[in-house]
């Protein structure tokens, strides 16, 4: 029932988070202390996901947060398209009656919704990276 919407509401989005994860990862990949940790007999295993993945998945994180955000606007078409009650149906149905107080609620709730997912995303970030100080 919902994997079409899924999957068209996603497809926009995966191709730029596995883009900038390979970056990331060949990035930190080549750093010295990848290298380090090698010689000194870490499993692969370990180096790639304690060591590695922690350091490639910070900007990952912020994409993704910042990503997340404009499909909940691009869910207005997806809901649209394929007849979903929701709250991007009720932005297109508000639109189309002009009910202003209901389309100032929905941007609203949008925003808000937008700087939760960023202000989540920098703490992760905060989490990830201890060299990244929360003020």
């Known amino acids: 029932n919902f994997i079409m919407p899924s999957v068209a509401l996603?497809?926009?989005v995966t191709p730029a988070v596995m883009r900038l994860t390979?970056?990331?990862m060949l990035e930190v990949l080549?750093?010295?202390y990848i290298r380090t940790a090698?010689?000194?007999g870490l499993r692969p295993p370990v180096v790639l996901f304690k060591?590695?993945?922690r350091n490639a998945i910070i900007p990952v994180v912020s994409l993704a947060a910042v990503q997340f955000g404009f499909m909940l606007g691009g869910s207005i078409v997806i809901e649209t398209?394929?007849?979903i009650n929701g709250l991007g149906y009720l932005a297109w149905e508000s639109i189309q009656r002009g009910d202003l107080p209901v389309m100032q609620a929905i941007v609203l709730i949008l925003a808000c919704f937008y700087i939760v997912l960023t202000y989540l995303a920098d703490m992760l970030n905060a989490f990830?990276?201890?060299r990244i100080r929360v003020a």
Do not use: C, Q, V
Request: glycine share 10%; net charge positive; no cysteine.
């Open 10 to 12: 996603g497809y926009y």
């Open 22 to 24: 390979r970056t990331g």
């Open 30 to 32: 080549a750093s010295d």
């Open 38 to 40: 090698r010689a000194k």
């Open 51 to 53: 060591h590695a993945l």
């Open 81 to 83: 398209i394929f007849a």
């Open 128 to 130: 990830l990276d201890p």
